[in-house]
Structure formats: C-alpha cells, structure tokens
Nanobody
Framework: VQLQASGGGLVRPGDSLRLSCAAS????????MAWFRQAPGKEREFVSA????????DYADSVKGRFTISRDRAKSTVFLQMNSLKPEDTALYYC?????????????????????WGQGTQVTVSS
C-alpha cells in the first residue's frame, strides 16, 4: 500500500485548502482512512477519519464544522477540505490507512491504529 499526500501550502487565516491522499496497492473496501497532523514540538493528533465502504466520518472537536473529509472511490483518493483556517491549524498533515476499519472511535483516533502512512504535506496558516 502506498499513500501520496498533496495539497498543502501557505495561506492566510480564514482561507481554505484541500488536501488529497491518493492510495494504491490494495483493495480498500474494508479500510478506514484518516488525517492526522503534527505541529513542531507536539504529538501527532487525530483530525478526521472516514470509513471507505460507507463514507461515515468523524472529526476532532477542534476542526468540526470547518473541515470535511470525503473519498472518491474511482480514484482511490481521500480529501480533506479545510475551511476557515486558523494559525493553530499549522502543522504537517499526514494521511493514514487502517486495512480493516475499527468501529471503536477512540481506537480510530490513535496513530498506532494505522498501518500505512503518507509522507506528509505542510499546511501553514499565517498573516
């Protein structure tokens, strides 16, 4: 399995960005995919997750209402639409894949639940 993340950049507060994560190398029908982020000096934190088969989603409280996760089955790609960006959203964003979606939300929010990771894409929000 390979994950290729893209779409990061430097934006101003209030702007939007859309991250993409292209997956290849396996069937993903049973998978869960997620976005995490890590700011300098901080631990990697959960942002959002999606169940590949049903497209059910969940979000960290800090991004709920501003970020939207989605997937395109034909392109094997997961997206993270980020609106109303804030300086505290600045981080390296990673996509991750769990081959078998975990129904426990607490487990889904832990980095060690995910076997495969993309390389990260930098998001910087600054005026």
């Amino acid at each position: 399995v390979q994950l290729q993340a893209s779409g990061g950049g430097l934006v101003r507060p209030g702007d939007s960005l859309r991250l993409s994560c292209a997956a290849s190398g396996s069937s993903f029908n049973s998978a869960g995919m997620a976005w995490f982020r890590q700011a300098p000096g901080k631990e990697r934190e959960f942002v959002s997750a999606i169940r590949w088969g049903t497209a059910s989603t969940d979000y960290a409280d800090s991004v709920k209402g501003r970020f939207t996760i989605s997937r395109d089955r034909a392109k094997s790609t997961v997206f993270l639409q980020m609106n109303s960006l804030k300086p505290e959203d600045t981080a390296l964003y990673y996509c991750a894949l769990d081959p078998i979606y975990n129904v426990d939300r607490r487990t889904r929010s832990r980095p060690d639940n995910y076997a495969y990771w993309g390389q990260g894409t930098q998001v910087t929000v600054s005026s």
